[in-house]
């Protein structure tokens, strides 16, 4: 292989490193900004309840659809952390229009990462948002913690921000942002 053929080897390969290397890694998985919402969160590890969830609720395709969404992501941990027996009861047909409303809840209309978040901060110190199910959520910074509160005053942690999708972002949270 000449130099020149080795050079533009190695170049590619660092471009491809890079473009990978964008995103973070969710639930020991890589995230695609070119790949939906859906179709990156059924490879992380850390997010097969709300998988699960999204799927008993029929919003598979809507999280597949254009966008863009916000999407504030709770962990497998944060569903263990609900009340015995909620998550199986919200799994239920006859109880899919309260999964769907907790579910639409974590979802704001656009692409906001962080710096929008940050940018939307009022004089109440909070970023108010509307989310898909009609309820509020608001984001308020501490340093560089980004903490989440719903309606009902459950405060979740973004614990890995800014995970670029082809039809919005994801925010992965630790709590469930349970709706009034």
């Known amino acids: 292989m000449s130099c020149k053929s080795l050079l533009a080897a190695v170049a590619l390969s660092t471009l491809a490193t890079a473009a990978s ?26 997010h097969t309840t709300l998988v699960a969830a999204v799927k008993a609720a029929g919003l598979v395709d809507a999280l597949m659809g254009d966008g863009p969404f916000t999407v504030f992501a709770p962990v497998n941990d944060a569903f263990a952390a609900l009340p015995s027996g909620t998550v199986d009861a919200l799994l239920k047909p006859e109880n899919k229009a309260m999964l769907t409303k907790v579910l639409t809840a974590h979802v704001v209309a656009g692409d906001l990462k962080l710096a929008d978040l940050r940018a939307r901060v009022g004089a109440d110190g909070y970023a108010n948002l509307r989310t898909l199910s009609g309820d509020a959520l608001s984001v308020r ?38 709706p009034k």
């Open 21 to 46: 290397a964008a995103n973070p890694d969710v639930g020991g998985a890589q995230m695609y900004e070119t790949k939906t919402i859906v179709e990156n969160a059924v490879n992380s590890a850390d």
């Open 141 to 178: 910074f501490k340093g560089d913690l980004a903490m989440v509160y719903s309606e009902s005053r459950n405060i979740g942690t973004i614990t890995i921000a800014d995970v670029d999708q082809s039809n919005g972002v994801i925010h992965v949270v630790n709590t469930v942002l349970v």
